[in-house]
């Protein structure tokens, strides 16, 4: 009975570090790749990472990946075509 805990305990400790694992290494941004813009115009980025955008406009918009709207205010109008 005891053997059979220990390896519960175990198997349930090793499962939860890897479940754990790509949560840390999610997260391997640097200080350098940080950009802060404002202003008016175009803005033309490529990359492999997270944009947070926020303000009032209209943001056209084209990639291949995920597109993830949070709206802090409730009030957005998301219009979504070609997915």
Do not use: C, H
């Not at 939860?16 to 790509?22: Q, V």
């Not at 926020?54 to 990639?63: A, E, R, T, V």
Request: glycine share 14%.
């Amino acid at each position: 009975m005891k053997r059979m805990f220990s390896m519960l305990l175990a198997t349930m400790l090793m499962a939860a570090s890897l479940g754990f694992a790509p949560a840390v290494l999610a997260d391997n941004a640097s200080a350098e790749a940080d950009v802060n813009v404002a202003g008016i115009g175009k803005l033309s980025a490529q990359g492999d990472g997270i944009a947070v955008l926020s303000g009032k406009g209209i943001i056209d918009l084209s990639g291949n990946g995920i597109l993830w709207v949070k709206d802090f205010n409730g009030d957005a109008k998301i219009e979504v075509t070609g997915y």
